[in-house]
């Protein structure tokens, strides 16, 4: 699986929007993008997964640069129960697990 | 709707004894993982299940972990003669199966296992 790489920490004021970067330059064609968050105490919790092309659901937005060497997560309004540590990543659907690294504490502030 | 769920959610036991934990898969995921998370660390893969059995049991730490799936759903890893350094978040994840490809993983919330 490719190597990610995300910054340690951010801020966001809540009402925001949070723009989480993630660099993946050694990705390859067949492999995915994946998001998930991991609030203290909780298990990994699945946001948003794409390609190549722009993603969209209830929760957050994925951007992918075209020449899908890196992503974009979005959460469009952050709000307080936003706070978590954010994971992205890169995996081809035949593997087995996914190698969650150090990922992006992200802190939405009042 | 109902997703996957871990029991217990804490289990404080003593070095060296046996101990089980439970993961209830969503229902229809064929596809069920274990990953363990110590205290500040990322996860570590222990073992996937397709249906009831185990392609892959790469992660399994030593031989006192072990794991089953029965009627390709409710799983249990068990751990025996517990030592200390097994202490650590127990995660269960599951997904589908689509034509081959493993679907998003959607985790539970975990077993916190505590050695004394």
């Known amino acids: 699986d490719a190597k990610t790489t995300q910054p340690t920490s951010m801020d966001c004021a809540e009402g925001r929007a949070a723009n989480l970067p993630c660099n993946h330059s050694?990705?390859?064609?067949?492999?995915?993008v994946y998001w998930y968050r991991q609030i203290h105490s909780q298990g990994p919790q699945y946001i948003i997964h794409?390609?190549?092309n722009n993603e969209t659901n209830e929760m957050a937005s994925l951007i992918i640069t075209e020449d899908r060497k890196s992503s974009t997560l979005i959460l469009p309004h952050a709000t307080l129960r936003d706070t978590a540590v954010y994971y992205c990543?890169?995996?081809?659907?035949?593997?087995?697990?996914?190698?969650f690294g150090t990922g992006t504490s992200l802190t939405v502030i009042p | 709707g109902a997703g996957v769920s871990q029991s217990p959610s804490n289990k404080v036991t003593e070095k060296g004894k046996d101990v089980e934990l439970r993961c209830d898969p969503i229902s229809g995921h064929t596809a069920l993982y274990w990953y363990r998370q110590s205290l500040g660390q990322g996860l570590e893969f222990l073992i996937y299940f397709q249906g009831n059995s185990a392609p892959d049991k790469s992660g399994l730490p030593s031989d006192r972990f072990s794991a089953e799936r029965t009627g390709g759903s409710v799983s249990t890893l068990t751990i025996q003669r517990t030592q200390q350094e097994d202490s650590a978040v127990y995660l269960c994840?599951?997904?589908?199966?689509?034509?081959?490809?493993?679907?998003?993983?959607?985790f539970g919330d975990g077993t916190r296992l505590s050695i004394l």
């Open positions: 990543i890169v995996r081809d659907n035949t593997g087995n697990q996914f190698y």
């Open positions: 994840a599951s997904s589908l199966v689509y034509r081959g490809d493993r679907q998003p993983q959607h």
């Open positions: 794409g390609l190549k």
């Open positions: 050694t990705i390859s064609g067949n492999e995915y």
